[in-house]
Each structure stands twice: as structure tokens, then as C-alpha cells.
């Protein structure tokens, strides 16, 4: 059963480079980003991987706890933060959980059920384990990305993702194309102009259904 926007993610135990967690106590109260690749010691995983470390202060100054995940173990897991870290020119802090079960990959429709880890494996044998899920203080879905094995991942919009989704639970507000911080914002259609004019205050009519305002969290 694929894992839908808004649903609560599976919580799960499992071994990481950092230690033992249970996924939804390890969350807290915070946003997290789950973000999987399918094997350690992988070319584009490891540029991938390097920038999740240098974004290390805006994920926390967003609130955001960042983790990995691999088939692999925690000891390969532990080795290949090493090269991530020379690579970024920063250091890989967070945690890589180890799911050589697949339990956590199935769990989160990354693999099919009846997927195994064959002898002498290759990336291609996991190269759908190449998601990004962003999961709410309330353990919910909020968004989920999924990228092939050619094709590196843009954390600058996964950072603007988290943006936008803070924004919109924040201020009960949605977010245009194209949005950054400090952008105006689109008010729900759900708020009559009067509710939105106590709410917001000025705001711009573009179609009865189209208002826009000033980013609220600014």
C-alpha cells in the first residue's frame, strides 16, 4: 500500500551510524526529513549526502531533523560518512539508519514485498530506494520526492519545501510556484474576503478564487 500525504509514517526500531532509535521518539516534537539511496560508497549518494551536511544549520534553524537510509550496515554506514564529510568540506552528523531487512524500505513503498538482497548486489538492485519524505511534528506525511538513480537530488528545494510547508501550517496560508520566503502568499479559498481582510489585511484579488498576501512569517 503506497504511503499517502497526511498519513502517519510507519514508526519502526533500527540500528543507525549514531545508535539505536525508534523512528517517532527520535522525531519528538521537531519535522524530520527521511532521505534513503540504495547503496554506501555510491557517486552521486555521496555528493547528495555532502549537502545535506553543509545545509546543517538551516535544517536546524528550521526545526528540522535530517536522517538517512541505506540497505547497508551501520558500520559501512559509519566508514562512508567519513568520505562524505572530506567531500562537503563539513562534517556529516546525522544519524544513517541501517535497514539490510528491508523492513523500513517496504514499509515506506520504497521496495516491493517479495524484494531480497541478492549476492554481490549492485545499486540497481535497490534503485528505488532513492525518496525523500518529510514528515510533520504530528508524525504525518506532509511531502514525499522520488529521484532515479542518474539524477541528484535539490536539497535548496527541499529546503524550500520545508519553507513552504512551515509557512502554510503556521499561518494557514498556501504557497505559489515558484514560492521563497518573504514572497506573497495565497490565501485559502475556505476564508471569505472579510475573514481574510482580520486575518491578513490587505490583500491582492487576482480572481475571486486568486488572493494573494504578504508572507505572514515575515
Given at each position: 500500500m503506497s504511503l499517502r500525504i497526511n498519513q502517519t509514517v510507519p514508526d519502526f526500531e533500527a540500528e543507525t551510524s549514531e545508535g539505536h532509535i525508534r523512528f517517532h521518539d527520535w522525531i519528538g516534537d521537531d519535522w524530520a526529513i527521511l532521505f534513503s539511496h540504495p547503496k554506501d560508497f555510491?557517486?552521486?549518494?555521496t555528493t547528495e549526502f555532502g549537502a545535506v551536511a553543509q545545509l546543517d544549520a538551516e535544517w536546524k534553524k528550521r526545526g528540522v531533523k535530517v536522517i538517512g537510509?541505506?540497505?547497508?550496515?551501520?558500520?559501512?554506514?559509519?566508514?562512508?560518512?567519513?568520505?562524505?564529510s572530506e567531500f562537503?568540506?563539513?562534517?556529516?552528523?546525522?544519524?544513517?539508519i541501517a535497514d539490510e531487512s528491508l523492513e523500513v524500505s517496504k514499509a515506506y513503498d520504497m521496495l516491493p514485498d517479495d524484494a531480497y538482497l541478492p549476492d554481490g548486489r549492485?545499486?540497481?538492485?535497490t534503485a528505488t530506494v532513492r525518496a525523500v519524505y518529510i514528515i510533520g511534528p504530528d508524525k504525518k506525511l506532509k511531502l514525499s520526492m522520488t529521484y532515479p538513480m542518474n539524477v541528484g537530488r535539490n536539497f535548496a528545494e527541499i529546503l524550500r519545501a520545508v519553507d513552504g510547508l512551515?509557512?502554510?501550517?503556521?499561518?494557514?496560508?498556501?504557497?505559489p510556484a515558484n514560492w521563497e520566503q518573504g514572497k506573497d502568499v495565497v490565501i485559502p479559498?475556505?476564508?471569505s474576503n472579510e475573514d481574510a481582510t482580520a486575518k491578513f489585511g490587505d490583500f491582492k484579488?487576482?480572481?475571486?478564487?486568486?488572493?494573494?498576501?504578504?508572507?505572514?512569517?515575515?
Open positions: 555510491t557517486p552521486v549518494c537510509i541505506s540497505v547497508d550496515g551501520a558500520e559501512e554506514h559509519r566508514k562512508w560518512k567519513s568520505d562524505i562537503a568540506g563539513a562534517e556529516a552528523g546525522f544519524p544513517i549492485t545499486p540497481d538492485d512551515q509557512t502554510a501550517a503556521r499561518h494557514g496560508v498556501a504557497t479559498t475556505s476564508l484579488t487576482h480572481f475571486p478564487y486568486l488572493r494573494m498576501t504578504r508572507d505572514p512569517s515575515q
